[in-house]
């Protein structure tokens, strides 16, 4: 029986815990789906390197971009005009991303991100394409631009990753039958036999009494700087503790 197609379409730049379940997802699926990957400027080696170690087919639509971020997400002037400079780039872009459409057709297409989700739609690929949006995170109405609700709203399946932020699409009049919960994927064996390792290198400070760690990207979203002002009124209460805020491949104690 021959497998349905599955297209995975994404802006990467950054292997998080979010790209890392992508992978895992993908490698499940390719049990039963023909899956390709695309990339659309391959700027994360270790993303790359991850899919190919899963043996997934990958395709890296512009391995020469000159920028690959928009970025001055709180600052948007600046970002309007940043995303006005790079027009022409994401054009081109979309006509790469309709020649894998149409010589891969395939059934489903898959992304994370709601700025892919935007390409699809100016390429016409969601008139000819099931496009499904995986929705990683909070998507509270008022964290998210209507830019970014308007394709969302849109798409012909969105996949919640946990029963709150199904909850918080419903809030966006988002159309209850197109909503389905779908877990992170997280890799069990792999997770116990890494915390079966020796541990080579401790941070330092480990010999207080209350130790607390906070591994995540550095990204506002993540609340770094939430815990950081946290330890210090515990520090002004005299508690005795340490804090390692971990992101790889650094960590910082505090």
Same mark, same amino acid.
């Given at each position: 029986?021959?497998?349905?197609?599955?297209?995975?379409?994404?802006?990467?730049?950054?292997?998080?815990?979010?790209?890392?379940?992508?992978?895992?997802?993908?490698?499940?699926?390719?049990?039963?789906?023909?899956?390709?990957?695309?990339?659309?400027?391959?700027?994360?080696?270790?993303?790359?390197?991850?899919?190919?170690?899963?043996?997934?087919?990958?395709?890296?639509?512009?391995?020469?971009?000159?920028?690959?971020?928009?970025?001055?997400?709180?600052?948007?002037?600046?970002?309007?005009?940043?995303?006005?400079?790079?027009?022409?780039?994401?054009?081109?872009?979309?006509?790469?991303?309709?020649?894998?459409?149409?010589?891969?057709?395939?059934?489903?297409?898959?992304?994370?991100?709601?700025?892919?989700?935007?390409?699809?739609?100016?390429?016409? +690929?969601?008139?000819?394409?099931?496009?499904?949006?995986?929705?990683? +995170?909070?998507?509270?109405?008022?964290?998210?631009?209507?830019?970014?609700?308007?394709?969302?709203?849109?798409?012909?399946?969105?996949?919640?990753?946990?029963?709150?932020?199904?909850?918080?699409?419903?809030?966006?009049?988002?159309?209850?039958?197109?909503?389905?919960?779908?877990?992170? @994927?997280?890799?069990?064996? +792999?997770?116990?036999?890494?915390?079966?390792?020796?541990?080579?290198?401790?941070?330092?400070?480990?010999?207080?009494? @209350?130790?607390?760690?906070?591994?995540?990207?550095?990204?506002?979203?993540? +609340?770094?700087?939430?815990?950081?002002?946290?330890?210090?009124?515990?520090?002004?209460?005299?508690?005795?503790?340490?804090?390692?805020?971990?992101?790889?491949?650094?960590?910082?104690?505090?």
């Amino acid at each position: 029986m021959k497998k349905q197609r599955l297209l995975f379409f994404d802006f990467v730049t950054h292997f998080g815990g979010a790209q890392r379940s992508t992978v895992l997802l993908l490698q499940h699926l390719s049990r039963s789906w023909d899956v390709q990957v695309v990339d659309a400027y391959g700027v994360c080696s270790d993303y790359v390197q991850a899919l190919r170690q899963a043996r997934l087919n990958v395709k890296i639509l512009q391995t020469d971009a000159v920028r690959c971020h928009i970025g001055h997400g709180n600052r948007p002037i600046r970002r309007a005009l940043s995303l006005a400079g790079q027009i022409p780039q994401l054009l081109q872009l979309c006509r790469q991303l309709c020649t894998c459409l149409a010589q891969g057709q395939p059934d489903v297409v898959l992304t994370n991100s709601y700025k892919a989700l935007a390409l699809l739609f100016l390429g016409g +690929g969601t008139q000819r394409h099931r496009i499904a949006y995986y929705a990683r +995170g909070w998507y509270r109405k008022h964290e998210n631009p209507c830019v970014a609700r308007w394709p969302i709203k849109r798409s012909h399946c969105v996949l919640a990753v946990s029963q709150a932020t199904a909850e918080a699409l419903a809030q966006w009049d988002v159309a209850p039958g197109r909503i389905h919960v779908v877990p992170t @994927i997280i890799d069990e064996d +792999g997770v116990y036999e890494d915390s079966q390792a020796p541990v080579d290198e401790r941070p330092p400070g480990m010999d207080a009494e @209350i130790k607390i760690l906070l591994p995540a990207q550095l990204v506002r979203t993540k +609340g770094q700087m939430t815990a950081i002002e946290a330890a210090r009124l515990l520090r002004e209460q005299g508690l005795d503790f340490v804090m390692a805020v971990m992101t790889s491949p650094l960590t910082v104690t505090v």
